[in-house]
């Protein structure tokens, strides 16, 4: 097995970006060529495309990791920019059949700012006009299982030893206060909560034709 060490890191990241959007973006248009929010359409795309092989050449955790880091903020942007509800629940069932499939034991998290979020709660909003319950079910199942880490930054940050004496001590509370006082004021106001509700209300529904889609799921993944 190679070491982490033996690779160009950055070259890596730049491979992994660019062949991971390109594989992305064909299997989202092939979605939304089909104007359907049905999952089962989105299953044999996953399989006609291969997609169950998408972690098999990368064996070391380190690596994976980066790899899913980078899978899941590609999706992610089209689950909360893109124009299309048709091509948002596609990227929500492949930022769910991603999450589901990492080969590793502690699973890489999704990661939401703010801003991000209320994207996705306006997505899910529209999900919810269009009486769409697939998609809502996916998103309370991967909130459930915690998928969804709630962040101040889109991406990890980490401290360089040599950065250090430059920082001051109140960078990170003029960063990070106000964003952790509007995600509190956030989760408690009314959409959330109404949303929240709405989802157990969803979650009785589905219960009349659950066992199809949970096949699937089972199928998949």
Known sequence: MLKTEEFDYKKYINAIYFGLKKDIDNFLQQYEQKQSFDYSIFASLWQENHFTLIFSNTKCVKLLKTFCEIAFNLVKQYVIS?????????????????YYKQPIKDFVKVRFTMNEYESLKTFLNKITEK??????????????DEAFVFVVYPQSRSLKTKNVEHLNENI??????????????????????TLENTCKEYEKKLA?????????IRKEY
């Open 82 to 98: 893109h124009s299309s509800l048709y091509t948002q629940t596609g990227a929500l069932y492949l930022l769910y059949g991603l």
């Open 131 to 144: 009486k769409q319950y697939v998609p809502l079910f996916i998103y309370t199942k991967m909130k459930l």
């Open 208 to 216: 009349e034709f659950a066992s199809k889609y949970l096949f699937l």
């Open 172 to 193: 990170f509370e003029s960063n990070t206060s106000d964003s952790l006082i509007n995600f509190k004021q956030f989760f408690k106001s009314d959409l959330v909560e």
